[in-house]
């Protein structure tokens, strides 16, 4: 029985090679290879489309490349197929430096003396205050926690948005879709942290982008489908929003010809604020299959219903 690596975008000999360092005697295949399809019993995949899975009929467990679910999750998924994902603290403190960075960047306002250095300008602006540098972290998972912990000792004052009430150290929280519009209008600089369910997918439009303060800048490190695309653009040119550093996009690659790459107030960088190392992805993967095989429970097992 054998594990197959379906990782299109990603390059798959990263896993692979990762994978055969632990597998033993398990096989690890790619979809370059001549193998049988009824042989897989593990799927470690970014992407999926309908129609692939029922290829292998002896599947035991699906595991994603990343923390993120929602490209797995098709309709001919079967049910009582676990379905993992990747769990990495390092990943959490990675995306938290991202943001920290983006919003720096922002805040201390580099992208100005770079162009003043780029025409020998010397010239003294103000420094933002920290009454307009208020931090609102949608989403108090692992990553929103950590993002939330990270500008703690900056000065920043920080809240969060999540489904339910919790209590998070210097953090004031905001919870359930009732205290949302709380949580945007005293958001100078938005983070969104959030998983992607229907719950959620589009969930930053015209309506909540529009309810930030003036001059708010948004930070998306959840996964491209949060945001509509085209009511944030519409927000940053008519000024309501100042700024947004995207890593992640509703298309990916965005077209050549996407406004994201050229727009003067759009840092967009290419999915690259965390990525879990291969031997981390590759050990939680054979550990998911192994315990498929002997019927135990999946530590890292998603729940189906809450999308995450």
Known sequence: MAILVLSRPLPAQPFVEALRAIAGDTPVWTEGDD???????????????????????????LCSTGAGVDKLMVGD????????????????????QYVVACTLRFTRELPRYEAQQASAQWLRHPVRSPEACRIGVLGLGAVGQAIARAFAPLGFEVAGWARRPRELPGVQVFAGREQLGALLSRSDILVNALPL???TRAL???????????????VNVG??????EPDLRTLLDDGHLAGAALDVFEREPPAPDNWVWTHPKVLATPHIAAQAAFQTVAEQCLDALRRARAGLPQPHAVDRQAGY
């Open 35 to 61: 193998f049988d399809p009824r042989r897989v019993e593990a799927l470690l995949a970014w992407r999926l489309k309908p129609g692939i899975l029922p290829r292998y009929p002896g599947l035991r467990v």
């Open 77 to 96: 998924l079967p049910a009582a197929t676990p379905v993992t994902r990747v769990v990495d603290p390092l990943q959490a403190v990675q995306i938290a």
């Open 197 to 199: 369910t229907p719950d």
């Open 223 to 228: 996964r491209g489908e949060h945001v509509v």
């Open 204 to 218: 930053l439009g015209r309506h909540t982008l529009g309810a930030l303060p003036r001059g708010a800048f948004v």
